[in-house]
């Protein structure tokens, strides 16, 4: 059998498997369907530093191999989570990934240092959920903005910092060095792709918020393509996601330059998809006679 | 709960735009509750997420939905064949708790809503009269007749049964608990009813969902505790809880 086992930013991981934030809850609904131990990792839900109630009205609308979202980082707050959702997350014996977002660089610097010393193996900071009005993907748009916000979490950060990109980033390749410049341990993307959706019926737009994240099968091709001009360019590892339902999507990410990916989406489509992908990983890599993963990453 | 792929043994049209399925699952030990629901997905990929389907009855290792044709989900799940395989995660949702409906029973149903009420029927320790609301083409009648006290049925033309709205036939003062499911209006006007006469009263919603396990947190309801999943805390909720999210 292959050798699975993924080093990133000082960080062991069994493989380069990882459950994506606002797809897996806190893990415990999948605990149930599949041993969560065989992951790489978690990662929580988005949190904020207040408990956040997520937004009104529709929260959900399918499109042609996609979904788009507008939940709204509804949250129970980072203490809450240290305190409740926390020691349940490290009992599942998987790496476990803290995604922090918020309104204002004051939220993140505290939430950063409240997380910092807990046992979270990583922190995953959100700069790019369209679904927040302030704050959030407000972070994510021009680099010079996010180098501000990252290097401000990072002095106070005591645990490795993956910054998540949006696609809606101006120049993804100028976001994700400004990001690294920044002190950024990681580079994960992309987040959802700001997306609109109309109900002709009632001749409004499905969401409140007019716009919501669009994400699944039909932004692979994007993700993949944003993964591979980052990969280009940062030296820090790179976490790709974006669409990924089979463990080819994670092979073509790997290929891309990804060290590490994340399943969103596909969670939803199929609770227990990420033992098939791992184990269709172990079977493509046997049959190409690849003994680990460095030998595939970054050939394109 | 678990992720099954199930063979299908029944997918027939049993009223306009209806569909009663039956799948095959294995080693189910009786573990399903009225009120639960599947995710079902067909093994293609005309659509994405899975449904959030209840299950209308239960077998020996098979489950049985009664579900309508809404969207491009229903109507995949609709054109799926006798032996062709579904994916089938499930039993979810907390269901009733039939040791706590006790004394008199109504259990009222409106449109699609109807399905789930009948495997709640059948295993209610006492006996229920039943409502059922129709728009004009009734099903499922029968089924109930066999497990019900009473069996009323009401379409809007009065083609079949009384004439009118399901909830115009209730004499709520003869019940101890109302049961519910059905369109939103009717559940509202049956809360807002059953609060009025501080009578129990039980109602089981219908969201858009896209995990089903209480992941995705798009299928929030408003309720006077603050938000809650319909997937995971629901679908059966007490009237009193959620008609916040109706009053506006």
Known sequence: MANLTTNAMGVEFKNPIITASGTFGFGEEFSQIFDLSILGGICSKGLTLHPKQGNKGVRLWETPMGLINSIGLQNPGVDKFICDELPKMKSYGTKVIANLGGNTTEEYIIGAKKLSVTDVDIIELNISCPNVKSGGMAFGIKSNVAFDIVSSVKKVCKKPLMVKLSPNAENIADMALACESGGADAISLINTIKAMAIDVKKKTSVFDNIYAGLSGPCVKPIALRMVHEVSKVVKVPVCGLGGIMTSTDVIEFIMAGATIVQIGTGNFIKPDIAVDIIDEINEYMDKENIKTLDEIRGII | ????????????????????????????????????????????????????????????????????????GTKSISYVKLKDYIQATGPLGNGFDINLINGRVAIIGGGIGIAPLLYLTKCLKTTSDVYLGYKDEVYLVDEFRRYANKTVVVTENGGIGFKGFVTDYVDYNNYDIVITCGPEIMMNKIASKCRDLNIKCLVSLERRMACGLGACLGCTVETIYGNKRACKDGPIFAGEEILVQWRK
Do not use: A, C, W
């Open chain 2, 1 to 72: 709960m678990k992720v099954y792929h199930s063979k299908v043994l029944e997918n027939r049209l049993i009223s306009t735009n209806i569909y009663k399925m039956t799948i095959e699952i294995d080693n189910l030990n009786n573990d399903i509750k009225p009120g639960q629901f599947f995710m079902l997905k067909t093994l293609d990929n005309s659509f994405l997420l899975p449904r959030p389907i209840s299950v209308n009855e239960v077998g020996v290792n098979t489950v049985t939905f009664v579900y309508r044709i809404q969207g491009t």
